[in-house]
């Protein structure tokens, strides 16, 4: 007899992972003499309930959107991105460095200018490894890891010696024409939180993946390209082409980031402000299953993963987010293999 | 420029080639067992936290377990549970570090190496960690390439069924790369503590990146991986020398990682990674 399946087994595996690392982390906060009960309490108290912390949460959430689809899209083409980093890096520098240029670009047109730069330099970033990978078969883990640390270095070179602001780490403000409005002031609500306008840009950009990865030609080449190249290439798609390609859109992605911090936030690129988002965006996408909605309830999670961390560091280090965030992934890598070798096992014996 | 090659200048060539030699030497166990280790940065900052710590001989053979718990046993995907490994790896240091020392960025000053004294007439060698380093990379030669286990290890690599066939333990192997991978690693921990007296947050500061490159370069052998350390030493140690191009620092220190790509694509005599690194070995169900 067979019962019709409801195919609810994607979400065990991250549900379980976070359960799994929220019962680790208790016994980490036992071990150094707090009561989870209290440490996590204060937790969700804090991070829940006004919108000022709702504001915060999503402040938090607005870069792992961008981070977490850049990886997402690199997962379904087949192909690790781990430049995320390098590539938000890079293409946060050219957005302030464009929203700083007002004497040459038109007012109206400067946002979406420095918004297109950002975007650019990223994908440039990706580019790079992917040509490589597509031209002489170099391995696009490594690659892209390199990436990162040059994109760092030379950001970082730049901002020391050529654009700096005296005393500090950070560039010159950009122009106000640039700025992207904060929600407190346009809305009301959030008072004080700086969430702004870069979260509906990331909503969007959300769903336009969606609908880019299942609903458009060039996604689904994307996404037959990734589940095999040998049966892409045999039905016409141009691997090579699609290589760059997935890489150029991954880190065009990531090159967002800076309208949050730059654009809607500090209004000037810092060394630094990233906070390893570019890492964090490979467990929000894996633990949304590389899917571009799923990714915005995993930022969300992460995002109150990030805030939550903040409200409780006066009992127990912070540092304790980076450590669920850890176990997370393992945890998420391990059990979909378990789920889906216990799955196959379940079918053969059904089949014999 | 004369002042340029003195033996201070040779010693610091040394004291920053020992953290990218000694875990490019790892990973070279570990790749050729056909395992990506990308956590040797994590790894490097835990055992450097450990060493203040006091703990390190138990420290890092054990992440060297855990890797191979994760990427031998449950098969999990290599390059994702490295980034985990290096994510834990900040967070737990940190942890720690404000648990022991109250301070999440610093710890207490721990006391530095014994120097060896009756080598006192040559400065150099008065580094315990320099020799023990030189004398790794020669057994690690010869373990590699003239022993039965090294022969084992590089057919688990390139060609894990056709080993298998032949009777050998596929995953044993792999997890014997891993540990030597995490004891050598290690070690480089620890020399990051020692001679700096303290631990701080994040200093490893992706030296296990640049030994990942050294790695790269020195084509998956132990001596071009040290001489590839010794390299990246060199460029670094010359820019700190030269006041006038210490403005230039951050640029000279993207050499390891501009060279590694140019290397990985072919432009530098041919440089293949053991065929079958990166991809679980699944035993055939009998």
Redesign the interface.
Known sequence: MRLPRVNFYPLAGPAVASAVSFAIGAL?ILA?GRSPVDVYGLFFSQTFGNSYVLGQVLFRATPLMFTGLAAAISFRGGL?N?GAEGQLTVGAFLTALVGCSGHWIPSGLLMPAALVAGSAGGALWGAIPGF?KA??G??E???T???N??GT??V??LV??VFLVPATVHTPAIARAAEIPRLDLLTGAFQGAPVNLSLLLALCVCYASYIFLWKSRPGYELRATGLSRNAAAYAGIDVARQTVLVLAVSGGLAGLVGSNFVLGYKHYFELGFSE?VG??G??VA?LAKNHPLGIIATSLFFGILGYGSLTINTVV?K?????????M??FV??LS??VDRWMLAVQQKSAA | MDALFTLAFLTQIARISIPYALPALGATFSERGGV?N?ALEGILLVSAFATTAAAFVTGSPMFGILCGV?CVT????Q???G??????A???T??SC??LFNS?SNSARIAGIEQWSFLAAVPVLKNPFLITTGLLVVASHILLFRTKFGLRLRAVGEHPEAADSLGVNVARLRYAGLIMCGGLTGLAGAWLAVDQHSFTDGMSA?RG?IA??AM?IGKWTPIGALSAALLFGFAESLTIQLESAS??L??V??IP??L??IV???FIGRST?PASV?IPYEKEAI
């Open positions: 980490l150094i690790f781990i490589l031209r002489f170099a391995h883990v490594i690659n890891i390199m990436m640390f040059i270095a030379l970082s070179y020391t010696n390893n890492f964090i490979i467990a894996l280090p540092e304790l987010a980076n450590i669920l965030e850890a176990i992934i393992m890598i391990v293999r378990l | 990506v990308i994760i449950l098969k999990a995907d390059i994702v549970s980034i985990a490994v290096n994510l834990f900040v967070g737990i940190k942890f404000q648990l999440s992706g990146f990942l490159a790269i403005r230039y951050q640029l220190q993207m990682y501009l590694t790509m990985l694509a072919g990674a990166g």
